[in-house]
């Protein structure tokens, strides 16, 4: 069982920058792919970026490839997701999520691949 629980969430204007902060509980986080999704109102959820469970590969969707850089730190079971140059369209809430197995992070770019899911925090993007 992993318990995912997001911080960093706010308000900032357009162009303007926030870090996202997902901590997860477990001693098998670093076993977990993570990933970032988001879920704007009256939209679906939608994929926004993957890191494997080392860390050494990433996938982005792309609207937000260039601008958002997603990480981890295996030590403080921790995934983040760096937003910057953000647009009112990146306004929704943002989940974190982790996902079994150590396919190909490019086979995450769904929300089925994924086990466990956090609360979600809001991030609004005012124009």
């Known amino acids: 069982q992993v318990q995912l629980v997001e911080s960093g969430g706010g308000l900032v204007q357009a162009g303007g920058s926030l870090r996202l902060s997902c901590a997860a509980s477990g001693r098998t986080f670093s076993s977990y792919t993570m990933g970032w999704f988001r879920q704007a109102p009256g939209k679906e959820r939608e994929f926004v970026a993957a890191?494997?469970?080392?860390?050494?590969?990433?996938y982005y969707a792309d609207s937000v490839k260039g601008r958002f850089t997603i990480s981890r730190d295996n030590a403080k079971n921790t995934v983040y997701l760096q937003m910057n140059s953000l647009k009112p369209e990146d306004t929704a809430v943002y989940y974190c999520a982790a996902g079994r197995g150590q396919y190909s992070v490019n086979y995450y770019y769904t929300g089925r691949r994924y086990d466990y899911w956090g609360q979600g925090t809001q991030v609004t993007v005012s124009s």
């Open positions: 890191i494997s469970w080392s860390g050494g590969s990433t």
